[in-house]
T-cell receptor, first 113, second 114 residues
Framework: QKEVEQDPGPLSVPEGAIVSLNCTYSNSAFQYFMWYRQYSRKGPELLMYTYSSGNKEDGRFTAQVDKSSKYISLFIRDSQPSDSATYLCAMSARREYGNKLVFGAGTILRVKS | ETGVTQTPRHLVMGMTNKKSLKCEQHLGHNAMYWYKQSAKKPLELMFVYNFKEQTENNSVPSRFSPECPNSSHLFLHLHTLQPEDSALYLC?????????????FGNGTRLTVT
């Protein structure tokens, strides 16, 4: 079983739709959760960073962590063609539990105008 | 120049060649990383340097040789590579060299081994 599972997509949605991107994980020690966005021919850029459980909102983006279900989500409201990219989830545990950052394989998102 | 800069952007090399990838960060970070990105696979951590000292070698074959002369520069020396080494090689930096420290990536070097 992979430490982090992420549906590769592609996920294709019309402009204005609400997008839900998800990752599941197996290591209950994970505490730090990140979402990176990677445009074609570019490196990943940090989009959202959350610690432990709960929600975090930044503009049209909301990151949600459910540690009891070992499940994290990224919601994009009013999606735009410029949101078309690959979205990578990443997570790590506290130092005493290894602390190495583990990535999902990424979900390709296409927003059609 | 800001952020993390990688050169070259594209590299084609034969299996007997020797080449080097270069990375420079202008963020004042203390840690630098090499990652390998292959299609439909998670990012694979290769090496970590913290304050110029190598703190992680993720069982990388010896045909990949990293060098970190200072906290701002990182190199990846390549020799006698295999076709399966073709991938996007990403350099990253972070304020600290631990997993909770967000990474800042360069745009990568697309390597093709023929």
């Amino acid at each position: 079983q992979k430490e982090v599972e992420q549906d590769p997509g592609p996920l294709s949605v019309p402009e204005g739709a609400i997008v839900s991107l998800n990752c599941t994980y197996s290591n209950s020690a994970f505490q730090y959760f990140m979402w990176y966005r990677q445009y074609s021919r570019k490196g990943p850029e940090l989009l959202m960073y959350t610690y432990s459980s709960g929600n975090k909102e930044d503009g049209r983006f909301t990151a949600q962590v459910d540690k009891s279900s070992k499940y994290i989500s990224l919601f994009i409201r009013d999606s735009q063609p410029s949101d078309s990219a690959t979205y990578l989830c990443a997570m790590s545990a506290r130092r005493e539990y290894g602390n190495k950052l583990v990535f999902g394989a990424g979900t390709i998102l296409r927003v059609k105008s | 120049e800001t952020g993390v800069t990688q050169t070259p952007r594209h590299l084609v090399m034969g299996m007997t060649n020797k080449k080097s990838l270069k990375c420079e960060q202008h963020l004042g970070h203390n840690a630098m990383y090499w990652y390998k990105q292959s299609a439909k696979k998670p990012l694979e951590l290769m090496f970590v340097y913290n304050f110029k000292e190598q703190t992680e070698n993720n069982s990388v074959p010896s045909r990949f040789s990293p060098e970190c002369p200072n906290s701002s520069h990182l190199f990846l020396h390549l020799h006698t590579l295999q076709p399966e080494d073709s991938a996007l090689y990403l350099c990253a930096s972070s304020p600290g060299g631990t997993g909770d420290s967000p990474l800042h990536f360069g745009n990568g070097t697309r390597l093709t081994v023929t």
